[in-house]
């Protein structure tokens, strides 16, 4: 009687011990609207992970996109999502949105380049950022980064416009009909997104960059943004530019563990088709060299191991502790 028992036990401990060795970790990933090209890609994303990670289960959640993301993560309600690499820079170091209150959040990739471009009339007679001292001028969606970074980097240099506030829509209006000069508009990787390709099909424009000695100064007042050198637009004979910028990517909460960080990084990093079909701005682009030139915090350990293995130079600001 007791040899059965004890046989039983047995089994039932190697049946508990197969279970638990091939549970599934089911992780939520933190998007934004589902309006946004950049919920597509973090669908994709899903479905690549699960494809591709064993024993990982994955799906998304529309969420307010970076700043909901970091919270959500700190009060563990997503496992990793969606942000831009200005407020994650934030978060770190416990500065603007997140003064005195730091976060653990840990960079997984950064897939896109978001330039801020001034896109303005080609009849507004502004030349330069500073020609924009009391112009009507719409410094992004209203709530969104673009108008918080907008309105910073203006106050940094001096710049007071006179701000045109409203819906993307009512911005492209407003342009076209000469009641505001223009907008500081994200664009689609080092491309223009669709409103500023709609004004400029209709009404020329021009896109303002920075001078050198701008650039110094945002960079030492704003070490959170990224300096984004932008190829000439011949279609609309506009010439290459420098400007301000933030990088998208994905970052882990604090309770990730290191192989199962290296194991998604490692798929998203590989795949070649699923994200590129979703999101056409990663078509062709090294996720692991997007990721070491526009990272501004440290790397989560398991995306330093795949970086490494991948034969990269990880420079020291971004690796942590």
């Known amino acids: 009687m007791r040899k059965a028992i004890h046989s039983a036990c047995i089994v039932a401990g190697a049946l508990l011990a197969s279970t638990a060795a091939t549970a599934q970790q089911k992780l939520l990933i933190g998007t934004t609207s589902s309006s946004s090209s950049h919920y597509g890609y973090f669908v994709a994303v899903s479905q690549v992970i699960n494809l591709k990670v064993k024993n990982v289960n994955t799906s998304v959640v529309e969420t307010g996109a970076t700043l909901d993301n970091l919270r959500r993560m700190d009060r563990k309600q ?3 999502g969606l942000v831009t690499t200005n407020v994650m820079h934030n978060a770190a170091n416990g500065t603007g949105e997140f003064a005195g209150k730091p976060l653990t959040a840990k960079l997984l990739w950064v897939y896109s380049i978001a330039p801020q471009n001034v896109v303005v009339r080609a009849d507004a ?3 330069s950022l500073s020609d924009l001292n009391g112009k009507r001028l719409n410094p992004g969606l209203k709530g969104s980064a673009s108008e918080k970074t ?3 980097v203006f106050k ?3 710049i007071a416009p006179d701000y045109a506030r409203g819906s993307t829509g009512e911005i492209v209006a407003a342009i076209k009909d000469n009641r505001a000069v223009g907008y500081v508009k994200s664009g689609a990787g080092l491309l223009l997104d669709a409103s500023s390709r709609e004004i400029a099909t209709f009404t020329p424009v021009n896109i303002i960059g920075m001078s050198a000695v701008e650039k110094q100064k945002v960079e030492k007042a704003m070490p959170e943004l990224s300096m984004v050198d932008v190829p000439a637009i011949t279609s609309l004979n506009i010439p290459a530019f420098t400007t301000w910028g933030f990088g998208v ?3 882990s909460g604090p309770d990730m563990d290191e192989e199962t960080a290296y194991q998604i990084v490692k798929a998203v990093c590989e795949d070649k088709e699923v994200q590129a ?3 056409a701005e990663v078509k062709g682009v090294d996720l692991v060299e997007m990721t070491i030139k526009y990272a501004t915090t440290p790397l989560h350990p398991g995306a330093v191991r795949y970086f490494r293995e991948r034969g990269a130079q990880i420079p020291a600001r971004l690796i942590g502790k």
């Open 277 to 279: 079909n979703a999101f």
């Open 156 to 158: 940094v240099l001096g």
């Open 78 to 80: 997503v496992d990793f």
């Open 150 to 152: 907008s309105e910073a």
């Open 125 to 127: 007679a502004v030349k």
């Open 249 to 251: 990517g994905a970052a």
